[in-house]
């Protein structure tokens, strides 16, 4: 299959360019190493081997490299200036704009035996690293 032709709306993710473009100009001014991670990078490397996606992933996971919860808030805040909402789970943000969910899923020294701690309400991301 001739890859060429393939684009980001095979991930079935409007406008999945624009976003990503949103999130690396959010890192950027943190100064943050972020990753594409999920569904999405698995779509993406399937459809670099000419292998179109069998199903879509309705957000978008990226893994970020962070050293404390304010630098973890400092994002957010960018994030939610960009039109990127918080919604119920911390590390989950929505874009009315794109119709699109984005998950940043901290690693780093924020990370403590293997658990981010978000908040005093006992919600904990468990990470592998």
């Known amino acids: 299959m001739n890859t060429s032709n393939q684009t980001y709306k095979d991930l079935s993710i409007k406008f999945f360019r624009e976003v990503f473009e949103e999130i690396d100009a959010v890192m950027h001014k943190h100064g943050v190493p972020f990753y594409l991670i999920g569904a999405t990078a698995i779509a993406l490397e399937l459809l670099k081997e000419g292998i179109k996606p069998a199903r879509g992933t309705k957000d978008i996971d990226f893994a ?33 704009k794109y119709k699109v969910a984005i998950d940043l899923l901290p690693f780093g020294q924020i990370e403590e035996k293997d658990t981010v701690n978000f908040s005093d309400r006992k919600i904990d991301l468990h990470v592998l690293a």
């Open 64 to 96: 970020v490299m962070i050293s404390s919860l304010e630098q973890f808030e400092a994002i957010s805040s960018t994030l939610q200036s960009s039109g990127f909402n918080k919604t119920k789970a911390p590390w989950t943000f929505y874009a009315d």
